[in-house]
T-cell receptor
Framework: DADVTQTPRNRITKTGKRIMLECSQTKGHDRMYWYRQDPGLGLRLIYYSFDVKDINKGEISDGYSVSRQAQAKFSLSLESAIPNQTALYFC???????????FGEGSRLTVL | AQSVAQPEDQVNVAEGNPLTVKCTYSVSGNPYLFWYVQYPNRGLQFLLKYITGDNLVKGSYGFEAEFNKSQTSFHLKKPSALVSDSALYFCAVRRNQGGKLIFGQGTELSVKP
């Protein structure tokens, strides 16, 4: 089983719909992240959480919200999806000491 | 503010030749530098990192990277490229041990037989 699991892997939705992307991890890490990948722009940080009670905005948080339900679970929500939120979304985890991120396989979201 | 630049969108190399993927960074203080690789339809995988010590860092799959403080660069290298090295490569930097990781825009490496 993957250490960092994202669901759904693919989703097509319509403008205005609410969408939730879920992430769970078995790494035992306190730190979790949501990134968005767009061609030519690399990965941009949406939100990050250093523990269950700590939520922080990243570079591009507008239009997104997150929930850290437990150490192992970190979900990303789009309250009212718009077409320019079409992208590949990655969840990642890390511990404090190594600095290395462990990524999920990604969730491809298409907003029509 | 910290930032990372990968000046080449694409690098083309013949199999067996050496490869270099370039990365420059801007960060206050001592940087923590990383390289990740992304194969098609997969998440990113860690290749190597520089935190302190020897400027030449060795990582997975025969890759290495050279930290150059005066040029604020952290170029990824491999002496002999393989077709299977074809992928998207990302450089990333964080300002300190607990800081956020900021990624470059990525470089597509294509290795031809």
């Amino acid at each position: 089983d993957a250490d960092v699991t994202q669901t759904p892997r693919n989703r097509i939705t319509k403008t205005g719909k609410r969408i939730m992307l879920e992430c769970s991890q078995t790494k035992g890490h306190d730190r979790m992240y949501w990134y968005r990948q767009d061609p030519g722009l690399g990965l941009r940080l949406i939100y990050y959480s250093f523990d269950v009670k700590d939520i922080n905005k990243g570079e591009i948080s507008d239009g997104y919200s997150v929930s850290r339900q437990a150490q192992a679970k970190f979900s990303l929500s789009l309250e009212s999806a718009i077409p320019n939120q079409t992208a590949l979304y990655f969840c990642a985890t890390s511990d404090l000491w190594s600095g290395e991120l462990f990524f999920g396989e990604g969730s491809r979201l298409t907003v029509l | 503010a910290q930032s990372v630049a990968q000046p080449e969108d694409q690098v083309n190399v013949a199999e067996g030749n050496p490869l270099t993927v370039k990365c420059t960074y801007s960060v206050s203080g001592n940087p923590y530098l990383f390289w990740y690789v992304q194969y098609p339809n997969r998440g990113l995988q860690f290749l190597l990192k520089y935190i302190t010590g020897d400027n030449l860092v060795k990582g997975s799959y025969g890759f290495e990277a050279e930290f150059n403080k005066s040029q604020t660069s952290f170029h990824l290298k491999k002496p002999s490229a393989l077709v299977s090295d074809s992928a998207l490569y990302f450089c990333a930097v964080r300002r300190n041990q607990g800081g956020k990781l900021i990624f470059g825009q990525g470089t597509e490496l294509s290795v031809k037989p």
